[in-house]
């Protein structure tokens, strides 16, 4: 039949040495859709988590409740990975996931599009902070964020980064540039990861209660606020 059984993709991944999964996992062959509904996917192995290669073509993955799909292993181990521009990959709905790794790239992406639409993921290497979403040599596949809450260790290496309804919130400065064709996350050389949120980041202005102690002046020409003896421009920098 076109629906896997979700105990039949749980009890496989059980059977396999190293892994230990629980939850709810089905795939439609017909939509090249898999659900993950409360799932947790812990390996141990030397594999990948989820791998893409150039049969795949355009694939979904709904999310419903909280998930997780994590790799234990020390060595080079990829989460999502992605091998050829004709890929295209969809994470969207009303649940969350986080993909995690301990050394290497939670999401290599060598090629294709990793789309997330409408949802909440985090993509992260919990021992470095260089590995994220990201390709390690060149300009690697796509990131395209709609209406999206995204956590990344980083965010490197891509041949297009796209936010619509969706802002870069950290680091603090962090700025998307593109340098000859090569797209990345400019952390400011933090070490925090990158978070992209549908709620943009207020400014230092906007954050100011203006009280009775709050005083607006023009100071040289510029309008500014004090507050507890520190000025604040109208940008929201504070005047030194």
């Not at 749980?10 to 396999?16: A, E, F, M, P």
């Amino acid at each position: 039949t076109d629906e896997v059984a979700a105990s039949g993709i749980v009890d496989t991944l059980n059977k396999l040495d190293g892994v230990t999964a629980t939850g709810t996992i089905t795939y439609n062959s017909a939509t090249k859709t898999m659900t993950l509904n409360n799932a947790s996917v812990i390996a141990s192995n030397a594999k990948r988590l989820l791998a893409f290669s150039s049969w795949a073509g355009e694939v979904s993955i709904v999310l419903e409740g909280s998930n997780t799909l994590k790799n234990t292993n020390s060595g080079y181990v990829e989460g999502l990975y992605s091998n050829t521009y004709q890929n295209q990959i969809t994470i969207s709905g009303a649940g969350n996931l986080t993909i995690s790794v301990l050394n290497w790239y939670p999401a290599f992406l060598m090629g294709g599009r990793l789309i997330i639409d409408n949802t909440t993921v985090s993509i992260i290497c919990e021992n470095y902070h260089q590995y994220g979403i990201g390709y390690n040599s060149g300009a690697g596949g796509e990131l395209i964020c709609n209406k999206a809450n995204l956590t990344a260790t980083n965010v490197s290496s891509l041949s297009n980064i796209t936010l619509t309804d969706c802002y870069l919130v950290q680091p603090t400065g962090a700025e998307l540039v593109n340098e000859d064709g090569t797209w990345y996350v400019d952390k400011k050389g933090s070490e925090a990861p990158v978070v992209i949120s549908t709620e943009s980041k207020p400014t230092q202005m906007e954050n100011i209660v203006v009280e009775t102690n709050a005083v607006k002046r023009i100071v040289n020409g510029q309008l500014v606020i004090e507050r507890d003896g520190r000025v604040f421009n109208a940008s929201g920098a504070e005047v030194k």
